[in-house]
């Protein structure tokens, strides 16, 4: 207590102590806000005497102006006499020829101020002489004016209506010209002012106008223009056309108007503007309906001040002075000021924290530590948000209890709960059910006044319990939809893609009889639809993988570069047939095997080679491979394509990885916009990022930019693609059990597998398979998954029950993950996505069949063309070498008639179809010198020498088509 006494006296002292200082610190404050006022006052009112005086100077020099320019009028139009005649004293000193007039400078007297007189060629020497007497008779009224007047002489000028004739006084290049005027400038200002004043169509000889100086009228000069008629026209024109208003223009240097600003190229404003009486803006940048108010005014710039001429004519000045000017005086005094403003609050501050830790905390400390039982007791009971409450531990008698315990109604359960316990320890934490409520109780042991208590808190839950309850509904719900949404996408699937199995099969092969040039069209048309079609569901299907984390990444290692050229070989066909050029660029740092999913980055590269090559229509594509930085076990590689194509607009560059985001939508005709939101998502799984740069009009670059490990060990074997090339393949002299519900697939399976050499044999659904099985032996077994009776899982069950070891491959419309898990799971060797190719279905049987794999193409019978010709075909049903024959007949028939025709188009198209039919029966020699001649048609005219070799093979097709047709059925 007595150490608490004496911080409570030092705190009362120091108190003391502070208001004293408080009180000079704030007589200090008014006398510095004293200062600063009368110092910023006085600035003010220096400035505004500045001000004024300066706008007085202007008013005294434009009514000075005026005086001189009607006491010349009056003069002239007071005047009886006639015109001037030519006097004897005057003196021409220089002759000049200034375009199509003659400019002439001359005097009076020996001493008196020079003149120019410039006149045209129909100009007499009587007309000359009495333009030279007005001359000298203005110039003498002009020298004994201003000689007389405190203010700086303006440069005059006499003009005619017609710009036949001009006066200048002073002349051009004299010494006392406040405004200098050279004379290969005279008539460019002449030109000017005659411009300036034919714009005033009210000028009277009784008037002075008051008009603002063309722009540059003498170079960077600011100057202002006063104009008056003159009753003079007989002095200054030829005979005969001496009638009409001359024109007299004085041209006023408003730099000359205060000597501080023209001596010392100091400026009392930032800004002057001159408004006339009749509300025009002579001078200045500022409008003359400016809303500041008359006097002293202040805005965001800086100070502005409005003159109004008190007598006569309402002349206006506006004059704008920023604050940086303003204050240039008194900167370094009102700098110092402020510093010592902040150095004062700073040290303030300073005193105030030094004062709160020192004295004040302690003193507050000391304060809590004497009421601190009593706190803890009001605090605890009180101010707590739950249920409390003090049990004795030896009778469990309550000793306290708060009101948020009564109102829960936990006190008697809680008691009753502790009767039935027995032990110190406290129970810990615990649920009870409470009169329709869950409370959330903790028991604490703890002491309380000498003795041993149980403190008890307790929390109404109910409402997060009953939360809980609905969230866990909720999430059931979730599941479920989930679980309906991958039904749904395997039933589309499957119900989408068996349709569309049956269109792309039969056009397949369609491809392969005899059409005519317009049904081949519309088979290619129908062929590129169906294709975008299976794109479209593909990359939905992608799309739904993704979201749902299903999207499976194989690591393998594989060579970056020969996925490279791959990419570029498989879209090289594509790019010629839009007059593109497609190259690769790799760079030599690149490691030789990776280890990543290289089906993924391929799929990311076509997609993107597709974008490009789409949006081209001339100039070039190029994949580029490049190193961006490589350590010991890894490399980061960035993909790049880029071409010359129409780029893409800056607003849609954000947008552009979004589903369903199309830059120009409609305009390709197909695609969906979900090719880059997949390729972005394939990156981000893969660890990588995408970049795309493009400029409209000038193409675009998309960049993939991932990390992998290197691979040290020698490069392995490649996975053989699910669509490898049909050349060099063997003939599949396999039999092959078919379980197909579907009528079309059926149909479409037995002529695939036929054309590859195998001998299927078809089954309605599973349980027909089941019963052909053992009719005879089968090397492969080909099962649809969704059949009636007996579905596809259930087959591969029962045969591998049966003991059956052959493969048995699934054929399945969903694309899901979960479909290829459970086909492996039930016993299948592998599973494939509809629609099929042949190239598919091949690899296929290859892959999962020794026999298909190993075993060597049947011995083909003689035949009618050389070995080489007939050397690797696949064997051929009857109705397919029929099929093939007629085939070869059309199309040679079509490439003699262009060939005759001299058609290269026409002959180069046929020869890409015929090379397409060679391909798919494994016609190796004949493909191959299809292609070549094909591609010499592409890169240059059809010469003799191309023409013969194409009847040399013309030639050979013939005689296979004959041997085709002679092979018995």
């Known amino acids: 207590m007595k150490h608490a006494s004496l911080r409570l006296d030092k705190l009362a002292l120091s108190s003391e102590r502070l208001n004293k200082a408080l009180l000079l610190l704030t007589g200090l404050l008014l006398v510095m806000s004293s200062t600063c006022y009368w110092a910023v006052t006085r600035l003010l009112e220096a400035e505004q005497q500045r001000v004024e005086f300066h706008f007085a100077r202007v008013l005294e020099i434009i009514h000075e102006h005026e005086t001189f320019l009607r006491n010349v009028a009056t003069g002239y139009r007071s005047s009886t006499q006639g015109p001037l005649r030519s006097v004897q004293s005057v003196t021409v000193m220089q002759t000049t020829p200034i375009g199509e007039q003659v400019m002439l400078k001359a005097r009076g007297f020996e001493l008196s101020m020079p003149f120019s007189l410039a006149h045209g060629a129909g100009f007499s020497k009587d007309d000359e002489n009495r333009a030279l007497a007005l001359g000298v008779q203005m110039t003498d009224y002009y020298g004994g004016f201003w000689a007389s007047s405190f203010y700086a002489s303006p440069q005059l000028f006499v003009l005619t209506p017609d710009g036949d004739a001009s006066l200048a006084i002073p002349a051009t290049d004299d010494p006392r010209q406040h405004l200098p005027l050279p004379p290969e400038e005279y008539a460019t200002v002449v030109g000017r002012l005659e411009r300036l004043r034919t714009a005033q169509n009210l ?75 009749e509300g025009e803006v002579v001078l200045g940048a500022l409008g003359a309906d400016d809303p500041a108010p008359q006097g002293l005014s202040f805005n965001r710039h800086g100070l502005r001040f409005k003159m109004v001429a008190p007598h006569g004519d309402r002349w206006t000045g506006l004059y ?116 329709g409520r869950y409370l959330q109780v903790v028991f604490v042991a703890t002491r309380y006044e000498g003795q041993d208590v149980f403190l008890c808190g307790c929390n109404d839950i109910t ?98 570069v020969q996925l490279v050229e791959d990419a570029v070989v498989a879209f090289t066909a594509t790019a010629r047939n839009k007059g593109l050029d497609i190259e690769s660029e790799i760079d030599p740092q690149v490691p030789a095997q990776i280890l990543g999913d290289a089906g993924r980055v391929r799929q990311i590269l076509h997609n993107l080679l597709g974008n490009a090559i789409k949006f081209t229509d001339s ?10 930085q490589r350590t010991e076990t890894d490399v980061s590689l960035q993909w790049q394509v880029t071409d010359t194509g129409v780029g893409i607009p800056e607003k849609a560059l954000e947008q552009l990885f979004r589903p369903f985001y199309q830059v120009a939508a409609g305009q390709d005709g197909n695609g969906a916009g979900l090719g880059l939101s997949i390729c972005k998502r394939l990156s981000e799984l893969m660890g990588g990022s995408m970049r795309v740069v493009s400029e409209p009009g000038l193409g675009s670059s998309f960049s993939l930019l991932i990390t992998l490990p290197v691979v040290d060990a020698p490069p392995a074997v490649a996975p053989t693609s699910l669509v490898p090339s049909c050349l060099d393949a063997p003939c599949l002299n396999v039999r092959v059990l078919v379980a197909e519900d579907n009528p079309v697939s059926q149909a479409v399976l037995r002529e695939q597998l036929e054309a590859l050499g ?52 699934g054929v399945t419309a969903n694309a899901l993950r979960e479909e290829g898990q459970r086909c492996l799971a039930m016993g299948m060797s592998a599973w494939v996505v509809k629609p099929l190719s042949l190239g598919m279905l091949r690899q296929a049987l290859m892959s999962h069949c020794r026999k298909a794999n190993g075993l ?48 290269a188009l026409a002959v180069r198209q046929r020869l890409h179809s015929l090379s397409g039919a060679l391909a798919s029966v494994h016609a190796q020699t004949l493909h191959a010198l299809g292609h070549e001649l094909e591609n010499a048609l592409h890169e240059g005219p059809m010469t003799t020498a191309i023409v013969q070799r194409i009847r040399a093979l013309c030639t050979r097709l013939a005689a296979v088509a004959q041997c085709l047709n002679e092979e018995p059925r």
Not at 262 to 271: E, H, K, P
Not at 875 to 897: C, G, K
């Open 203 to 277: 000028l009277t000889d009784h008037r002075v106008r008051w008009i603002r100086a063309p722009l540059r009228l003498y170079q960077d000069r600011p100057s202002i223009v006063a104009m008056i008629g003159l009753h003079a026209a007989g002095a200054l024109l030829p005979a005969g056309k001496g009638q009409g208003l001359l024109t007299l223009a004085a041209v006023v240097d408003t730099a000359q108007v205060d000597e501080f600003e023209r001596v010392l190229r100091l400026s009392v404003y930032n800004q002057f503007t001159l408004v006339s009486p």
């Open 320 to 435: 704008a002075i920023t604050y940086q000017d303003f204050l240039r005086y008194a900167k370094w005094p009102l700098l110092g000021l402020m510093l010592t403003v902040i150095a004062a609050i700073l040290v303030g501050m300073w005193i105030n924290h030094w004062y709160k830790s020192r004295i004040v905390v302690p003193a507050q400390r000391a304060q809590d530590r004497l009421f601190e039982n009593q706190a803890f007791n009001r605090i605890m009971l009180h101010n707590a948000p739950v249920g409390l409450c003090v049990m004795r531990r030896s009778d469990h008698q309550v000793l306290l209890d708060n009101q948020r315990a009564v109102q829960l109604g936990a006190t008697p359960a809680l008691t009753q709960l502790l009767e039935g316990y027995d032990g110190d320890q406290a129970p810990g934490e615990m649920c009870l059910l409470v009169e």
């Open 463 to 560: 409402r997060h319990v009953d939360e809980t309850l609905m969230l866990n509904q909720a999430h059931r719900r979730a599941t479920a939809a989930n679980e309906a949404k991958t039904v749904f996408l395997a039933t589309m699937s499957h119900e989408i893609r068996t349709p569309l199995y049956g269109v792309l099969g039969n056009l397949e092969l369609l491809s392969l009889t005899e059409m005519s040039e317009r049904q081949r069209h519309y088979l290619e048309i129908i062929q590129g639809s169906s294709t975008v079609l299976f794109q479209l569901i593909s990359n939905v299907l992608d799309v739904s993988k993704i979201e749902s984390g299903q999207m499976p990444l194989e690591e393998a290692p594989f060579a970056p």
């Open 619 to 628: 100039g070039r594509v190029r994949l580029r491979l490049s190193v961006v």
């Open 758 to 809: 195998a001998h299927p044999t078809v089954a309605r659904d599973g349980q027909h398979a089941l019963q052909l099985w053992n009719t005879q032996p089968f090397d492969l077994v080909i099962t649809d998954i969704n059949m009636p009776r007996l579905n596809g899982y259930e087959l591969a069950q029962a045969l591998r029950q049966q003991g059956v070891d052959v493969p048995i491959i």
């Open 856 to 903: 060597p193409a049947p011995a083909l019978k003689p035949a009618c063309t050389p070995q080489t010709d007939r050397e690797g075909w696949i064997e051929l049903s009857p109705a397919m070498r029929e099929l093939m024959a007629q085939t070869l007949l059309a199309d040679i028939a079509q490439i003699e008639q262009g060939l005759v025709d001299m058609d």
